[in-house]
């Protein structure tokens, strides 16, 4: 069984920082593309950061320049870096992430999405 836990979120004032992980733990072959999203109040979930396997990285126009998104291979664990934060940075964090289970591997089957269970970011003006 795999899953994916989110942590890190908390209270913060504009202009602070937080970091965001995303461990996966259970019987992984491998992690492709790992995002990070988030929802606030009353709007649509959006996605914020992207990782991909080869390393590569992508943003939400918001956040270039104050978020980073990183990952560590050997801990199976994806971070997200948040510098310079805003009061409209406050929402639910989620990661998603595209995994290939060890039984999936071996039955040639393709990875699936999985998601965590959200970890809250309020920033105060």
């Known amino acids: 069984q795999v899953q994916l836990v989110e942590s890190g979120g908390g209270l913060v004032q504009a202009g602070g920082s937080l970091r965001l992980s995303c461990g996966a733990s259970?019987?992984?072959?491998?992690?492709?593309?790992v995002k990070w999203f988030r929802q606030a109040p009353g709007k649509q979930r959006e996605m914020v950061a992207t990782i991909r396997s080869d390393g590569s990285t992508l943003y939400t126009d918001s956040v270039k320049g104050r978020f980073t998104i990183s990952r560590d291979n050997a801990k199976n664990t994806v971070y997200l870096h948040m510098n310079g934060l805003k009061p409209e940075d406050t929402a639910v964090y989620y990661c998603?992430?595209?995994?290939?289970?060890?039984?999936?591997?071996?039955?040639?089957?393709?990875?699936?999405?999985?998601w965590g269970q959200g970890t809250q970011v309020t920033v105060s003006s």
């Open positions: 259970g019987s992984i072959f491998s992690i492709n593309s």
């Open positions: 998603n992430a595209q995994i290939r289970s060890l039984s999936q591997y071996m039955g040639s089957l393709p990875p699936e999405d999985y």
